[in-house]
C-alpha cells in the first residue's frame, strides 16, 4: 500500500517539474492598408451606320446576239393607194372595226409568217408564169385586214419577158388571195404606236 502511494506522488512531481516545451503558434498576420484605386470606367460607343454596299460589277458584253440582216423591197406610197378596176374586181375583206391607218409609218409591217397559195393540178400542170402582187393592208395587230390583186405579170416561157393582164385563169388567183389572208405581220409602228398601214408583196408561179 505504502508502495503505491509512493509511485503516485513520483508521477505528481514528475509532471510537476517537468519542463514544458513552449507551444508553437502560428505567427500573425498583419495586413497592411492597401490603397484600391478604381480608375473611371470610360464608355465607348459604337456607330450603327450599315456598311457600304459593294461596288456594282460592270458586266462584260458577249456578243451572243445573231444579226439578221433584212432587206425589205416595198412600193411607193402612191402606188400601195391606187385603187383600179383590176384591184376592185379582184379583193376581199373589210374593215370590222375602226382603227387608226398610217399612209407613212416610222416602220414599216414586217412578215412574220408566210403561206404559200395552194394550186389545183390543173394549175401546177400548166405552164404559167406569173407574179402577182398582193397590196395587204395590215391592222395594228399584224393581221391581214384587206388583201387585193395589185397588178398581175404574165411571163413568156423563157420567164424574161412579161405582160400586164388583169386574169390568168385555173383558180390561181382566188389561191392567192386565200393564202394572203393568212400571212401574219409585225404592226407597223408611228410615234411608239402600233397603226395599221399598206404594204405590197409578190407571189410567183411557175419560176
Not at 470610360?42 to 456578243?63: G, L, Y
Not at 375602226?98 to 412578215?111: K, L, M, Q, T, V
Not at 400542170?125 to 385586214?145: I, Q
Request: hydrophobic residues 40%; aromatic residues 10%.
Amino acid at each position: 500500500m505504502g508502495s503505491i502511494i509512493v509511485s503516485q506522488l513520483l508521477l505528481i512531481a514528475i509532471f510537476r517539474f517537468w519542463p514544458v516545451s513552449e507551444v508553437l503558434k502560428e505567427p500573425e498576420i498583419v495586413f497592411d492598408r492597401q490603397a484600391i484605386i478604381v480608375q473611371e470606367m470610360i464608355i465607348t460607343k459604337q456607330a450603327n451606320a450599315p456598311a457600304s454596299p459593294p461596288k456594282p460589277q460592270t458586266p462584260i458584253p458577249v456578243p451572243n446576239d445573231e444579226v439578221i440582216d433584212e432587206i425589205i423591197d416595198f412600193p411607193e406610197f402612191e402606188d400601195l393607194i391606187t385603187f383600179d378596176l383590176l384591184s376592185l374586181e379582184n379583193s376581199t375583206g373589210q374593215m370590222g372595226d375602226e382603227e387608226r391607218i398610217s399612209g407613212n409609218p416610222d416602220r414599216i409591217p414586217r412578215i412574220l409568217r408566210i403561206v404559200e397559195p395552194i394550186l389545183s393540178e390543173e394549175a401546177k400542170k400548166s405552164d404559167v408564169k406569173a407574179l402577182v402582187y398582193v397590196n395587204f393592208l395590215v391592222g395594228s395587230r399584224g393581221d391581214v385586214k384587206e388583201a387585193y390583186i395589185a397588178e398581175i405579170r404574165l411571163y413568156d416561157k423563157n420567164g424574161e419577158e412579161y405582160e400586164v393582164v388583169k386574169s390568168i385563169g385555173y383558180g390561181i388567183l382566188e389561191a392567192t388571195l386565200e393564202a394572203a389572208y393568212k400571212w401574219r405581220f409585225r404592226p407597223a409602228m408611228e410615234d411608239g404606236e402600233q397603226v395599221g398601214a399598206y404594204i405590197q408583196e409578190a407571189f410567183s408561179f411557175g419560176f
